[in-house]
């Protein structure tokens, strides 16, 4: 099994000889319209099902691009990892999760730069807490791969744990203690080397449609 999920990740960056990229994060090509996958040009971000979706990570796939730039960055959100029940306060579940996508991410890319930045450090029951009020970040960096082929590269990727915001809310009156944390999931951000082309495409679109509007007045 483990050679399977493997060759997955694998597979997102084989090279084809007319591809503008040779990295295909769960199938969808950096540089190519995002209507090749069932999406619309005309739309910067947009969720559409991935190709070559990870067994780990949903079927749905965040993508952004532009009509002259095509795709530019994917991101994916694996499912929520623990529930209420049997939720570890303390994060180990879902850190061990995190170091298994890791692991694949390594053999594939090279080695990432861990970090992990806190507000207060407290390695008890409260970690997932902070975690879901933004107190805590964990995540893991990939940065400037070049595509071998002189195509599109990947600026950028960024695998980090996060959780759903809202639960943390409900709080003791008396303690203000959390007595429930949001539930912890994996999301994972390709940045292709034509993202900083890509936004500034969009920028402008906006900015023209903005004075269009206005000429309205």
């Known amino acids: 099994m483990k050679s399977i999920v493997v060759g997955v990740f694998l597979a997102l960056a084989s090279s084809t000889t007319d ?4 990295f295909k994060p769960f199938g969808v090509e950096a540089g190519l319209p995002v209507s090749t996958y069932g999406g619309s040009d005309n739309d910067f971000g947009q969720w559409i099902k991935a190709p070559d979706p990870h067994p780990d990570f949903g079927v749905n796939i965040l993508v952004q691009s532009t009509i002259s730039s095509g795709v530019c960055l994917i991101r994916a959100e694996s499912s929520q ?5 049997t939720r570890d306060k303390t994060g180990g579940r879902i850190r061990e999760f995190f170091e298994k996508i890791k692991a ?5 890319y090279g080695e990432s730069e861990f ?6 450090f407290d390695p008890g029951d409260k970690w997932l807490a902070q975690l879901a009020k933004g107190e805590r970040y964990y995540e893991a960096t990939w940065s400037s791969i070049p595509s071998k082929d002189g195509g599109i590269g990947l600026e950028e990727i960024l695998l980090q ?3 759903v915001s809202g639960e943390w809310f409900s709080q003791s009156f008396t303690t203000g203690e959390v007595v429930s944390n949001g539930n912890p999931y994996l999301s994972l951000q390709f940045k292709f080397s034509n ?3 890509c ?5 402008n679109s906006e900015l023209e449609t903005m004075n269009e509007d206005a000429s309205k007045f």
């Open 19 to 22: 591809a503008a990229s040779e």
């Open 115 to 120: 970090s992990e930045t806190f507000s207060f």
């Open 81 to 85: 990892y623990d529930s209420p029940v």
């Open 104 to 108: 694949q991410l390594d053999s594939r």
């Open 161 to 163: 744990v996060d959780a």
């Open 199 to 203: 936004k500034e495409e969009f920028d």
């Open 195 to 197: 993202f900083k082309k």
